[in-house]
């Protein structure tokens, strides 16, 4: 059984930086694509960042050129490094762990850390 659990959520002020950090417990890391999720008050989850097994990486445009997604294979960790931070970004991030093995997809996540973007 896989486990995530994120961290790294803070108050933070616009412009400013936070990295979060997601733990994946359990085996076979290198095989998940991983991905970042935002869910904002009132608002539907959305899709911020995946990265494949190979390291391929995609972005929402809302956070180009400002957030980075990274993965560590040896700590079973994936990362984002957000920047320039604006209040919309303010949400629970989740993360997400996906593969398909033979015929099987896996799919799980984490509980969610919270970002807030405000002055």
């Known amino acids: 059984q896989v486990q995530l659990v994120e961290s790294g959520g803070d108050l933070v002020q616009p412009g400013g930086s936070l990295r979060l950090s997601c733990v994946f417990s359990?085996?076979?890391?290198?095989?998940?694509?991983m991905g970042w999720y935002r869910q904002g008050p009132g608002k539907q989850r959305e899709l911020v960042t995946t990265?494949?097994?190979?390291?391929?990486?995609n972005y929402a445009d809302s956070v180009k050129g400002r957030f980075t997604v990274s993965r560590d294979n040896a700590k079973n960790t994936v990362y984002l490094q957000m920047s320039n931070l604006k209040p919309e970004d303010t949400a629970v991030y989740l993360c997400n762990a996906n593969t398909k093995i033979w015929t099987q997809t896996y799919d799980y996540w984490g509980q969610g850390t919270q970002v807030t973007v405000s002055s």
């Open positions: 990265i494949t097994s190979a390291g391929s990486t």
């Open positions: 359990g085996r076979l890391f290198r095989l998940y694509a």
